[in-house]
């Protein structure tokens, strides 16, 4: 058989890593089990009329809980079990988690999540993800890990990567040696490799930004939007707009085909409205990685040290040649 599943090649690449001791395998290997699990729950979600509304309580007396509820709980159990994490943090928590599984303090790793992002999609059946990253702690383990040891600009990143559910389920991260997708066989319950060493086209044709907010952008904006609905041959344009409203769907398109996924500072929101450490670090690093470029328009997403963990910064990633023409436009 020639399919590779998502656990074959983890311990393959593992090798990629000469001093590892095999506690990244196991932490990816635990993420993997989380997307499985957070993969099941999604495919229900239409069936709420059946099973009772989210966010109620159904037939049987029981709450129903949230998706992002779901999947923010799945990843703590999956972590916390694990042993190789020492702290989180998540989108959908004020503070850090501290992980109480019987090794976490000894644990390495610190992860971000968002366990479900573009949750207004979740209601309509349009695709959603998850995302997250991974750091080295920088306390010492063994000792209390806090919320310094997530505070890591995104140069520090191990890991990163998202899981997209679209008509498929697809699992796509890189360790900082290139991006690689795994496509769910619900048949056999496994992630098999299906998009090995994924390279984002240097140009494209679409961009994606939430034009609806066109009136806030900044002058540089929309100056670049004028030019990108010009007719130019050379230059395959006009582009086309493609706007899912889930960054993970709408990045995981342009990574594949080419393109650019904006979002700007607004008047209403002038940092934009994605959050550094659960949305734009994890994506810009696969952007970079895959041989895209990020930016917030003024220095590289990876290069931004955070100081809150709900921070947010505006954006510009996907491929090279089309963010470099944001950036001009932007300066
Ligand atoms: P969420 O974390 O509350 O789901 O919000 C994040 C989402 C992104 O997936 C998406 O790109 C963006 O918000 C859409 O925002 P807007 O509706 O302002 O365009
Ligand atoms: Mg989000």
């Known amino acids: 058989m020639s399919i590779t599943t998502l656990g074959q090649f983890i311990i393959e690449k593992q090798q990629d ?6 506690e990244l395998s196991r932490l990816l290997r635990d993420i993997g ?32 809980k949230k998706l992002d509820i779901i999947g923010n709980e799945t990843f703590i159990w999956a972590l916390e079990k694990g042993g190789e994490v020492c702290i989180m943090a998540s989108e959908e928590n004020d503070d850090v988690i501290h992980l109480n599984g019987e090794y976490s303090k000894k644990g390495k790793y610190v992860v971000c999540i968002d366990p479900l992002d ?20 920088i306390s010492e383990p063994g000792t209390d890990a ?17 899981v997209v559910y679209g008509t498929s389920t697809m699992l796509v991260y890189s360790t900082g040696k290139g991006v690689n997708g795994f496509t769910l066989d619900p048949s056999i319950g496994e992630f098999c490799l ?47 707009a493609r706007y899912i409203g889930s960054m993970v769907a709408d990045f995981h398109r342009n990574l594949l085909k080419g393109g650019v996924f904006i979002y700007p500072p607004t008047a209403k929101a002038p940092n934009g409205k994605l959050r550094l450490m659960f949305e734009c670090i994890p994506m810009s690093f696969l952007a970079e990685q895959a041989g895209g470029l990020s930016n917030t328009g003024s220095q590289r997403v990876l290069d931004v040290e955070p100081t809150e963990i709900h921070q947010r910064v505006p954006v510009v990633m996907g491929s090279k040649n089309m963010v470099e023409k944001v950036l001009e436009y932007m300066k």
Request: hydrophobic residues 35%; glycine residues 10%; without cysteine.
């Open 33 to 64: 089990i989380a997307a499985k699990i957070i993969s099941r729950e999604v495919n229900k979600a239409g069936l709420t009329q059946i099973l009772g509304e989210y966010g109620s309580v159904n037939v049987q007396g029981e709450d129903v």
């Open 194 to 240: 299906s998009h090995p060493d994924i390279k984002t086209p240097e140009d494209g044709k679409v961009y994606s930004i939430n034009e609806g907010n066109a009136g806030e952008f900044p002058q540089g904006i929309t100056e670049y939007l004028k030019w990108v609905k010009e007719s130019d041959k050379a230059t395959s344009r006009p582009y086309s």
């Open 17 to 22: 890593f000469p001093f590892a001791k095999g």
């Open 146 to 162: 806090d919320v310094n040891d997530v505070l890591q600009a995104g140069n520090k990143l191990v890991a990163a990567g998202y």
């Open 118 to 137: 573009g949750s207004s999609n979740i209601d309509v059946n349009v695709s959603i993800g998850t995302i997250f990253s991974v750091y080295r702690r």
